[in-house]
Each structure stands twice: as structure tokens, then as C-alpha cells.
């Protein structure tokens, strides 16, 4: 496990900054079984779905135009990841960020490899213009995205998340967005308040599209929580944290634990999740 980044640190526990425990929200969201509209690439597509049927969600991967914005209007919440574009698609992005937008639902952005092509740079200043409630990426993702110059290559971060943290709080203070950047130590903020989550397993690198899931998850609490987007982040990603880390004790390699990670994340109880869980406040220097 990677050691949290330097600086000043306080542990908060099981709850939230605002008031809200970790086994609540996931109850909560259980109980809801929210429907989250995922347009997500087609390497994501089934490992997606599994980890929100397996968390206690519902998911429908609708990205087709002529119905993007009117089933956006229906879902509990949106997530775009744009890692397979194509000019359809991308109208079918546009289409439910607005429907989102005209329906008061939150929607969630996943930047992949935003800085690849000139093609994936202006499709996500389109959507970002779009004002989505949450921003999902790793480091170099954010970086980038920030303005700044990032060691990504394709997909792959090359930058370290504590490297990215500056760059995440002059985002969401320029968007208005909630940040959450992911990898062996996660940092999420909102421009004013940031916390760091640990857990997880190193293989989880390994498996394709835990990240795209994950951000299937956020959108899973972003439904129960529309108006705290920091609080729903934060609680996917203590979750997956979580679950990851069970799972990787007892995976013998990438097979397995992408099995065990659904498995993990079914079976995670609230009373597990406020023990496991190791969330502390990070303040910025």
C-alpha cells in the first residue's frame, strides 16, 4: 500500500465532512437502487454494469442521440466517459449532458486521455462547458486538464496524485465541479475542502476499466446526493477503496480479482465500511 502524501493530515474517520456516514449513504443508495445512465466505452461497457449491479445499483448504458437527453431526464444521475469516441457518440454525449442539466440530474465526467489528440481535447471542452457536478480522472488526466503538463501516455497516469492535487483544487475552483482524482492514494475536493482516501489493491491497475466503473459508482451517489456532490464522491471512492482492498488479500493475480472486486463490493456491509474505511481531511499548505 502507498503511503499518503506529506503534509498536514487529519482523520475523519467513517464520516463525511457535513455530517454524513459512510454506511448511511451506502444503505441509503442500496435501498434507492438508483438508475444511472453510464456512456461508457466499449472496454467498460460489461465490467461497468457488473460493479454497479454488484454495489446496488441500477445501470443502463443508453448513448444513442435520439434518446441520450430524454432517458438522462429519467436516470437518478449521468456519467460520460468519453474513451471511445466517435462524432455519434459524442452527440449522444451532448444530448444528456443537456437533458441532465434541463432535469436538475447531476452528470459525471471522465476525462480519459482528454490530452491524447486534438479530437478528445475539444470534445471534453465541450462537455466541460457543460458543467458537470463531478470530475473523475487520474492524475496526469487532471493535470492536463487543469493546464498543466502531464507524464500520461494513453490512458496510463504517468503523474503521482499527490502531484495532481494543486492542479485538482484550481479545477474545481475554475468549474465549480467536484474534483476526485484516483490512484494508490485518491484526493477529492471541491476548490475549498479536499480529503484523501486510502486502500485499494495494486492490482487494480492491472484490470481494465476499474476506473470507468468507479465513475459509474460516483454517479451512483451522485443520484442520492444532487446536491452534494462532494459527500457522493467521497463515498464511492471510500467503497471501492474498500472493496478493493479485501479483495486484493485474497486474489492470486488480475483474474481473480476482478471477480473478488465484485464479490467484495456486494458483500461490503455499512458496519465494514465505517471500520475499514481511512479517510482523513487534507489541508492545503
Known amino acids: ?16 465532512p457535513g455530517g454524513s456516514g459512510l454506511g448511511d449513504l451506502l444503505t441509503e443508495m442500496r435501498r434507492a437502487s438508483p438508475l444511472v445512465q453510464c456512456i461508457t466505452n466499449y472496454v467498460a461497457m460489461n465490467i461497468a454494469a457488473n460493479v454497479l449491479l454488484a454495489a446496488g445499483a441500477s445501470p443502463a448504458m443508453v448513448h444513442a442521440e ?21 462524432p455519434d457518440w459524442v452527440a449522444g454525449m451532448h444530448r444528456a449532458a443537456d437533458g441532465a442539466n434541463q432535469a436538475g440530474k447531476p ?74 482524482v484516483t490512484g494508490a492514494v485518491d484526493f477529492v475536493t471541491d476548490g475549498k ?36 456532490p462532494f459527500a457522493a464522491s467521497i463515498a464511492a471512492l471510500a467503497i471501492f477503496a474498500v472493496a478493493g482492498e479485501r479483495a486484493g488479500r485474497v486474489s492470486e493475480g488480475p483474474g481473480s480479482f476482478g471477480w473478488r472486486l465484485l464479490d467484495a463490493l456486494a458483500a461490503l456491509d455499512p458496519a465494514g465500511l465505517e471500520r475499514e474505511a481511512r479517510i482523513s481531511e487534507a489541508v492545503q499548505a
Not at 500500500?1 to 463525511?16: C, D, L, S
Not at 435520439?66 to 466517435?86: C, D, H, K, P
Request: hydrophobic share 50%.
Open 66 to 86: 435520439r434518446e441520450a437527453g430524454e432517458f438522462a431526464a429519467i436516470a437518478g444521475a449521468l456519467t460520460v466517459n468519453i474513451g471511445t469516441l466517435s
Open 107 to 180: 452528470w459525471v465526467l471522465d476525462p480519459v486521455a482528454h490530452f491524447a489528440t486534438s479530437y478528445r481535447r475539444d470534445t471534453v471542452a465541450g462537455l466541460l462547458a457543460l458543467r458537470p457536478a463531478i470530475v473523475r480522472g487520474n492524475a496526469s488526466e487532471i493535470i492536463a486538464l487543469a493546464g498543466g503538463m502531464s507524464a500520461g501516455q494513453g490512458v496510463d497516469s504517468g503523474d503521482t496524485v499527490a502531484s495532481a492535487e494543486a492542479s485538482a483544487r484550481s479545477l474545481a475552483g475554475r468549474t465549480g465541479a467536484v474534483v476526485a
Open 1 to 16: 500500500m502507498t503511503a499518503p502524501p506529506k503534509g498536514a493530515k487529519m482523520k475523519i474517520g467513517n464520516t463525511i
Open 193 to 228: 475542502r479536499a480529503v484523501r482516501i486510502e486502500g485499494g489493491s495494486p492490482l487494480m491497475p492491472r484490470v481494465t476499466a476499474l476506473g470507468c466503473s468507479l465513475t459509474c459508482l460516483v454517479g451512483a451517489f451522485a443520484a442520492i446526493r444532487p446536491a452534494d
